[in-house]
């Protein structure tokens, strides 16, 4: 399994991702407009699920956020929940 990598179009619309050589193991899907990150959808495969892939991949977003001063806007269920959960810890990226 490889790090998180993100990847992102002209427009601002990618994913952070994570491959072992050509297979696409999990993605959050992301759009950049102005200061706001909007997360869209997570997705993990069958063959790594429970195994903490989701949070790798939050916790990239959230570093990534953080480290462009933005606001993230969860439309994805999964990280509205992380973000919910832990308020106060994620306040500076979130609203």
């Known amino acids: ?3 998180v990598q993100l990847h992102l ?3 601002g619309h990618g994913a952070f991702v994570i491959t072992d050589k050509d297979e696409l193991l999990a993605e959050m899907e992301v759009g950049l407009e102005d200061q706001t ?3 869209y959808h997570t997705e993990v495969s069958d063959k790594l699920k429970g195994q903490g892939v989701g949070s790798l991949l939050f916790n990239e977003m959230v570093n990534y956020a953080r480290k462009h001063q933005l606001q993230v806007d969860p439309m994805c269920s999964f990280v509205h929940a992380r973000l919910k959960k832990n308020r ?3 306040q500076d990226i979130w609203s």
Do not use: I, P, Q
């Open 1 to 3: 399994m490889g790090d």
């Open 9 to 11: 179009n002209d427009s």
């Open 37 to 39: 990150l909007t997360v």
């Open 88 to 90: 106060d810890e994620y």
